[in-house]
T-cell receptor
Framework: DTEVTQTPKHLVMGMTNKKSLKCEQH?????MYWYKQKAKKPPELMFV???????INESVPSRFSPECPNSSLLNLHLHALQPEDSALYLC??????????????FGPGTRLTVL | DAKTTQPNSMESNEEEPVHLPCNHSTISGTDYIHWYRQLPSQGPEYVIHGLTSNVNNRMASLAIAEDRKSSTLILHRATLRDAAVYYC????????????FGTGTRLTIIP
């Protein structure tokens, strides 16, 4: 199984809602990532988890809260988002975070719309 | 963050080879060059990566200049399914795999 799955595919939420995005992989990868991609722009790294511990936070606002409950799962909890947070949220995984030589496997993304 | 520069867009005829260039003039000795592509409505997909030598895989070839300041992704026989945005990324090898995506090249394949 070389797939990264993300749920839901689409999400519409109001600015006062709390929601979560989920990501799962069963490739035994120990590094997992969240990226944000605005329309017609490249993906931007948000968070990196290495061995279930947060290793990189790219100065993301606290209304985005990542969680890695185990080596296969990665969540992104959303609270009090703004309309400008509407974007495609991509999850990725790689064998480990020790070298620049490993490929990352990306999921299809969750299309988030904040009203 | 390491920056790469690529043309914004390119066109190629179907069944012909495609050469996608990338400049990475700030590259250091341990930085890798990765290529990913993103098809419409999909997440990015790994294509190929290399350090110093030219690399081949089932999807493409990567030609790295001798001074490593530029590289070229070669699709040997383009198909309509190769239409995508192609990202050239310089990865910093000091303990994390931070991918900093540039603006990429939008490749259009003409039937």
């Amino acid at each position: 199984d070389t797939e990264v799955t993300q749920t839901p595919k689409h999400l519409v939420m109001g600015m006062t809602n709390k929601k979560s995005l989920k990501c799962e992989q069963h490739m035994g990868h120990r590094a997992m990532y969240w990226y944000k991609q605005k329309a017609k722009k490249p993906p931007e790294l948000m968070f990196v988890y290495s061995y279930e511990k947060l290793s990189i936070n790219e100065s993301v606002p606290s209304r985005f809260s990542p969680e890695c409950p185990n080596s296969s799962l990665l969540n992104l909890h959303l609270h009090a988002l703004q309309p400008e947070d509407s974007a495609l949220y991509l999850c990725a995984s790689s064998p480990r975070v020790t070298s620049g030589s490993h490929e990352q496997f990306f999921g299809p993304g969750t299309r988030l719309t904040v009203l | 963050d390491a920056k790469t520069t690529q043309p914004n867009s390119m066109e190629s005829n179907e069944e012909e080879p495609v050469h996608l260039p990338c400049n990475h003039s700030t590259i250091s000795g341990t930085d890798y060059i990765h290529w990913y592509r993103q098809l419409p409505s999909q997440g990015p997909e790994y294509v190929i990566h290399g350090l110093t030598s030219n690399v081949n895989n089932r999807m493409a070839s990567l030609a790295i200049a001798e001074d490593r300041k530029s590289s070229t992704l070669i699709l040997h026989r383009a198909t309509l399914r190769d239409a995508a945005v192609y990202y050239c990324i310089q990865t910093i090898d000091f303990g994390n795999e931070k991918l900093t995506f540039g603006t990429g090249t939008r490749l259009t394949i003409i039937p």
